[in-house]
């Protein structure tokens, strides 16, 4: 019950080895339509030994991570007569992940699988923490299941596929884990301004997700740490799809959120002004599309946080930095004080 | 990973229990639609506080055991608003308590689920051991977890709700608990003739059950010992399934399994011939649709056999008693040796 992660040369040497121990008929790749054309070249080039394995590419798009795409690819699994001794080698973003940990979680009871994320989102995020998921209509990640890849590759190869928006995105939760469990990693990012994350910020990253959710593998509470910037950001996602011009990325989202949580931070006395402007800054060397709210705005989003199943009575439940490097959970703020803090984000 | 289950007023009594402490909206009973008019007004009558509890009747019937009504029941727990607090309530045979087991195992990555079993067969069997399952196409049981029910609930009320040929396709099941693990059963069901299983009856033949999942709850060995009669069962399942009278019920291939495998082990010489005919008697005393083979079947019920992942070589792997009341797993039999054993279905 958790990850095992390799970067680069180290990653694919071991996938090489398991592939070439395998029987190919007992393997299998997914990927989705964009990352094929993207992405597999390169990793038949890295792992020449997957040539001979069958594979299902599927429509890229959220929208396509329902269980009757798991079932098309699991009729292909059985078709194929991979057995519980199978391998499934999931290669693509969070959707992808999520989708295929899924599958490979019920397959036959269970089989192993391989993680291979080629967005910065899945390398520092989506593809780390066991987690699966599956979409039932509008409600997003409402099905799934705890189930660990057997490994995981890492390579920033991927990130030059990418467009200039998915790399902010992605960053916004690099950002997140330095401010919730790693100062070096913050100074480095600092540092680097908006220069494509290089391997030691990679592994820097994952290694603050790993270590929470090895405190914590089923999410019983202390993996709550990773939530710091979601409370607000969930409510601005939920609140901007519902508004015509609809279309923000989760980590605008989140970076949003963190803006805002970081103030009440302040408020509540657990950072420094310092601290606040050094986020703050970071923060903004990676801002593309982050919302701007009007004053009419605030009821809704408070409205939304109020629904969150860890808040008590009106009291809302936040995870909060005190200090940069470090995080608390069961953080209580009153929608006043949520107000006050979502100012932040208001057009001037 | 262990079952937790109570009899009778036990049961409801637990469950009643549950129930009052609990947020109705929170809960959800799911059943079948010949389950709904035979056995839900018992349910409810037993434990009204239900009576305030949503529910979902699907299509009776295996053929409905599919992701896609696993969808459509997810998609009521959302729309209900169910929670990762939520608890399922699988009332019915084994599709019932594979499928709603399947569905609290995902549904927000778990929830809880209570079987309340309907059938012999699922009583005996299907809803105990954690293990839960979804077709895919005709290919059964291809997709599943291991969830464990908070609380199974038995009641041989429901069994007087059953067709005959129901009662003694689960008897099979039944003797098979008795042969591999309990021979004070086996005694108990030798005097008890034809007469419909009391309490001490289904009580022991779960405790057999639950006693070797309990040894083994992942199913990585010993759990192969609930195999015995299957190995040849499973075969003569899948040959009829392709004849042109194809009906038979699991129970009746259980059944003649045994007949063939209990040969099987005598020609071993790990029973006794007194051993034989009291199993050959015990089973005939159940008897009803079981399948009498011609000379020209055993080369194709031979073929079948040969497919098992646990064969090594041309032998075939068994679970075999070594006396009433005891089974040894990892028997090879050599498709001679298996021929010779068949015989004891041929068509006189």
Redesign the interface.
């Given at each position: 019950m958790s990850d095992h992660v390799l970067f680069g040369v180290d990653g694919w040497g071991e996938l090489a080895t398991m592939a070439d121990a395998a029987d190919p008929k007992e393997w299998h790749i997914l990927t989705d339509s964009v990352v094929e054309a993207l992405c597999l070249p390169v990793l038949l080039e890295k792992v020449p030994r997957l040539r001979s394995v069958e594979r299902t590419a599927i429509q890229s798009g959220e929208g396509n991570k329902t269980?009757?795409t798991?079932?098309h690819v699991?009729?292909r699994l059985?078709q194929q007569g991979m057995?519980r001794q199978g391998t499934l080698v999931c290669l693509g973003g969070g959707m992808i992940t999520d989708l295929g940990g899924?599958i490979a979680?019920?397959?036959?009871?269970?089989v192993r699988h391989i993680n291979i994320p080629t967005t910065l989102m899945a390398q520092t995020d989506a593809a780390l923490g066991g987690?699966t998921a599956?979409n039932?209509?509008q409600?997003k990640n409402?099905?799934?299941?705890?189930h660990w890849p057997k490994l995981t590759v890492i390579d920033r190869i991927f990130l030059h596929t990418l467009p200039d928006s998915e790399v902010s995105s992605g960053m916004a939760e690099v950002i997140k884990h330095a401010i919730i469990a790693d100062a070096g990693l913050f100074s480095l990012l600092e540092k680097c301004g908006r220069a494509m994350p290089d391997e030691a910020i990679l592994s820097a990253s994952a290694r603050v997700k790993m270590r929470i959710v090895a405190a914590d593998p089923m999410?019983s509470g202390l993996r709550k740490a990773l939530n710091f910037g979601h409370t607000v950001g969930h409510a601005i996602e939920g609140f901007c799809s519902l508004s015509a011009d609809g279309r923000l990325s989760h980590g605008a989202a989140v970076a949003a959120g963190m803006r805002v949580e970081s103030a009440l931070a302040l408020a509540q006395g657990l950072i420094t002004r310092n601290d606040l402007n050094r986020i703050l800054s970071l923060i903004d060397v990676w801002s593309d599309d982050e919302p701007k709210l009007s004053v009419a705005d605030v009821p809704h989003l408070l409205a939304l946080m109020a629904n969150d199943?860890k808040n008590i009575g009106s009291r809302i439940n936040f995870s909060l930095p005190d200090g940069i490097g470090s995080v608390l959970t069961d953080r209580w703020a009153t929608p006043d004080e949520v107000r006050i803090a979502l100012s932040t984000l208001m057009k001037p």
């Open positions: 269980l009757i798991a079932e699991m009729a059985l057995s899924f979680s019920v397959y036959k009871r269970g987690k599956i039932i209509g409600v409402s099905v799934g299941t705890f999410e199943k």
